[in-house]
């Protein structure tokens, strides 16, 4: 009664066109196919036992549950797995690349097809459902019904196998194929439902735990689709370990082996009639691989193939995927372990029948050689060019056929005056160059310069670096242009440029000079030359066939405009009447060899000296600055003076002042950085001698730290001047004085007449004063804050405006520290070096003190 009530109120909330009918079967089953949720609420309305109603007939058409009987293991995280999963992936990798490199580089064909970690444990279902499906506990019909009677039902299949179908009772359909299950359905509905028709879909599918044991990559038990086969397992287990089997793989059911599968057929033939599906308690076992062949040279698959019975040559040629194109089958090299396990070499010829079937064993290496290069009907190009390469060569060919324009058929850094044909001879394979006017040749087709080409001539196209070195700095200026124009800081515009180099004619013609030098035998003895001096590219060169100079001078890229065409040196090895290596000079007169009046024949190992115009070119400038008439940079003549100089610019200005001329020369200031450079090491040496003698008595170890510390640090600050002291005054008007003779980079500053002098060192406050008639150094020095607690009172020196040094306590010039100074005299009052006791600083401090005094000279007083 309580189960009508309870069917009254679930009749209730269907539609109205059912409520209104009395309860039926099929009002009952839908019931029982409600929600969970919902049986539960009506069941609590009306204060039914659920549970006594639907506890044997209800459970009929629930699913059957997964009921998780393993639980996670909470004590490792997941990131923790996942990381010990990558460690272990990294170090299965690093084996199988030292495995590869055992095998010579040679991988194991087909691993990577399943290679991967599992992307998901879930069931895959996203798999078309086959009409010969087995249906089984778990697995979900769905039923449309249309006609006099609309409804889509869903009738999961219970464990004992059956369907509960509305208004029929339960009908059997475990163990029937999908399409058996549909037709009897079908049938079923017609005869029990008039107008009524039925359409069967397969809903949910069930799962079903399998095993996959062995050499898999994540061996275990997995749920997987009532659909799965064996490959879908491997893939869901991460394929196969590099030792396991892919020829063998065992599906076994209750301890039985029922199949095998070779996944070789699924890779190569793309064969699946083997790849079984899989039921419930399935074991996919992987067995140990079995013995591997390698293969490698002319074959599309190069790899390690597993064997399976007996494996003939041409068997395994076929697993690699066939010869290529460039294959030499007749000559198939087999290494392989003897009886007595040694390593031996076989050959086999697959063009024979018997080559075919030579027999492979566990452990061969198996080589396909290749067939040999290009040997004939051809001619290369080498270099500058826009095609390189081979070219088919027939006969009566010429240079304009393979090159017949400069501008698209050769680079645009590409020499277009020279290039040179390098030729085998057939009969004794002896290689000679021949030199070729490359302009004219493509200029003029036909002529003279367009030799004939015989087969496998090399011609060499040379690039010209001046084309080269002025491309290079067109881009880089309008790679600069570009920067600045965005407003980027300028730091390197050096594009990436081409390597050209292996263009030159040192790189095109090393090989051929190798090859010239290792042919050479008595009677033919080494055809080569050298040129030297000033022609664009001296060095090495084949001997010119001409054997003129005038030839080996245009092979080199011709004089440059610093050659003399006066004389040049031709120096040749010769042998004398007794056997013995002499060299032997000729001076040649070049303008009459180059104009063809003079004919020179060249030997072999002859070296050209081209000689330079003396003093050629060679710009020397001074520059003359300050109170001059004429300031600027001057070109002198050799053996000038600086009192020429000066009368060319005009003489010193009214307002110059010749005491205090700055005269410096490029050669002094070399010299004063590496003195300088040497006083700081040593001070270096001195302060680190200094912090570690660690006694420290009234403060006094780190007070002579600091004081070494500045020294160094106005060492550092420092910067050569290169001053010379000269007498300007006298050099102008003293006819008798020294003359001086200029060098090349000297410069003159002349300042004007200043009126200060300037105290400098260890005095309070170092600046400068107006000069006072009357005031002595004493005076300077207490208008300066008087001298410092380090100040060395008694070697306070002046440094005079002409760059020369006064002691004004010894000097006779000088009437003690009374004397007056001179505008532009500098007082210089340096450091105790007394104080430094123990270390042996003075010279250190006489050369650093003088640099810095004659810098200040040079550019605090001017």
Not at 537 to 548: D, F, H, M
Request: aromatic content about 6%; charged content about 25%; glycine content about 8%.
């Amino acid at each position: 009664m309580n189960l009508k009530k309870l069917l009254f109120a679930a009749a209730l909330a269907l539609p109205a066109t059912i409520a209104a009918q009395s309860i039926s079967q099929s009002q009952i089953e839908q019931f029982k196919n409600m929600p969970r949720s919902q049986q539960e609420a009506l069941a609590g309305q009306y204060g039914i036992d659920l549970e006594s109603i639907t506890g044997s007939g209800g459970m009929q058409n629930q699913r059957p549950r997964d009921v998780d009987v393993v639980e996670p293991v909470d004590a490792v995280s997941d990131q923790e797995r996942q990381q010990a999963q990558r460690q272990g992936q990294q170090e299965q990798q690093e084996k199988d690349d030292e495995q590869d490199r055992k095998n010579g580089g040679l991988k194991p064909f087909g691993y990577d097809l399943f290679a991967g970690s599992p992307t998901t444990f879930a069931p895959v279902t996203e798999i078309p459902i086959p009409n010969d499906y087995t249906l089984g506990p778990g697995d979900v019909l769905r039923v449309q019904l249309w006609g006099k009677e609309n409804q889509q039902l869903e009738l999961p299949i219970s464990r004992d196998g059956t369907i509960s179908f509305p208004q029929s009772g339960p009908q059997t359909v475990a163990g029937l194929t999908f399409d058996q299950a549909r037709q009897q359905i079908k049938k079923r509905v017609s005869e029990q439902y008039i107008g009524v028709q039925a359409s069967v879909s397969l809903g949910e599918l069930r799962s079903m735990r399998v095993f996959v044991l062995g050499e898999a990559r994540n061996a275990g038990s997995y749920t997987v689709s009532s659909l799965s086969t064996i490959t879908n397992a491997l893939y869901v287990s991460g394929g196969i370990q590099r030792t396991g089997s892919l020829r063998k793989i065992q599906h076994k059911r209750n301890g039985e082996l029922i199949g095998e599968l070779d996944l070789y057929d699924l890779l190569l033939k793309g064969d699946t009639s083997n790849d079984n599906r899989l039921q419930p308690g399935d074991v996919i076992f992987i067995p140990p691989v079995g013995d591997r062949v390698g293969i490698e040279g002319e074959v599309y698959r190069p790899a390690l193939y597993e064997l399976k019975n007996n494996t003939s040559l041409q068997e395994l040629v076929k697993l690699a995927g066939g010869l290529t194109p460039q294959a030499y089958p007749q000559l198939v090299r087999i290494e392989r372990n003897n009886d007595d396990f040694l390593r031996i070499i076989a050959e086999a010829n697959l063009t024979t029948q018997k080559g075919k079937q030579a027999a492979v064993k566990p452990g061969d290496r198996i080589e396909v050689a290749s067939i040999s290069e290009i040997t004939g009907q051809y001619v290369e190009v080498t270099g500058a060019a826009t095609r390189p390469g081979r070219f088919a060569w027939v006969p009566g060919m010429r240079i304009s056929s393979v090159i017949p324009s400069l501008n698209s058929d050769l680079l645009p850094e590409a020499d277009h005056r020279y290039a040179a044909i390098v030729r085998t001879d057939p009969e004794t394979d002896t290689v000679s160059v021949i030199n070729l006017r490359l302009r004219d040749a493509v200029s003029n087709p036909g002529g003279a310069q367009d030799i004939r080409l015989q087969e496998k001539d090399r011609l060499l196209i040379f690039a010209d670096e001046g084309k080269v070195n002025a491309k290079s700095e067109d881009r880089n200026e309008s790679q600069e242009e570009e920067l600045r124009r965005r407003g980027t800081e300028i730091q390197n515009v050096e594009g990436q440029e081409p390597d050209y180099s292996r263009f030159s004619r040192e790189s095109l013609f090393a090989p051929v000079l190798e090859r010239l030098k290792s042919q050479a035998r008595p009677g033919a003895p080494q055809q080569t030359i050298q040129v030297t001096g000033p022609v664009r590219y001296p060095g090495e060169y084949p001997l010119p066939a001409s054997k003129q100079v005038a030839d080996a001078i245009y092979v080199a890229g011709g004089l440059k405009d610093s050659a003399s065409l006066y004389t040049a040196e031709l120096a040749s090895f010769e042998v004398d009447e007794e056997g013995t290596g002499i060299t032997r000079i000729q001076n040649l007169d070049l303008q009459a060899v180059m104009a063809g009046d003079a004919s020179v024949s060249l030997k072999s190992r002859d070296r050209l000296l081209i000689k330079s115009i003396p003093e050629f070119a060679r710009t020397r400038t001074i520059e003359l600055d300050g109170e001059v008439r004429y300031p600027g940079e001057y070109t002198i003549r050799d053996g000038e003076t600086l009192r020429d100089v000066i009368e060319r610019a005009g003489g010193l200005t009214s307002n110059a002042f010749p005491q205090g001329a700055v005269f410096t020369r490029e050669k002094l200031r070399q010299l004063e950085a590496q003195r300088l450079q040497e006083a700081e090491e040593r001070l270096q040496g001195d302060l680190l001698g200094v912090q570690l003698e660690g006694n420290d008595i009234g403060g006094q170890s780190a007070e002579r730290t600091e004081q070494v510390q500045k020294l160094l640090d106005d060492v550092q600050e420092a910067r050569p001047v290169g001053r010379m002291v000269i007498n300007l005054q006298a050099v102008v008007s003293d006819s008798d004085y020294q003359p001086i003779r200029l060098q090349n980079g000297d410069t003159l500053t002349i300042p004007e007449i200043p009126q200060a002098v300037s105290v400098f060192g260890e005095v309070q406050f170092p600046t400068s004063h107006l000069h006072t008639e009357g005031l002595t150094v004493d005076d300077y020095l207490e208008r300066s804050g008087g001298p410092t607690r380090q100040a060395d009172e008694d070697r306070v020196y002046v440094v005079k405006a002409d760059g020369s040094v006064m002691l004004p306590e010894k000097s006779r010039w000088f009437g003690g520290r009374s004397q007056q100074l001179a505008p532009g005299d500098t007082i210089i009052v340096p450091i105790d070096v007394d104080r430094l006791n123990q270390l042996e600083l003075w010279t250190n401090v006489s050369q650093i003190v003088y640099q810095m005094a004659l810098g200040a000279a040079a550019v605090g007083n001017l």
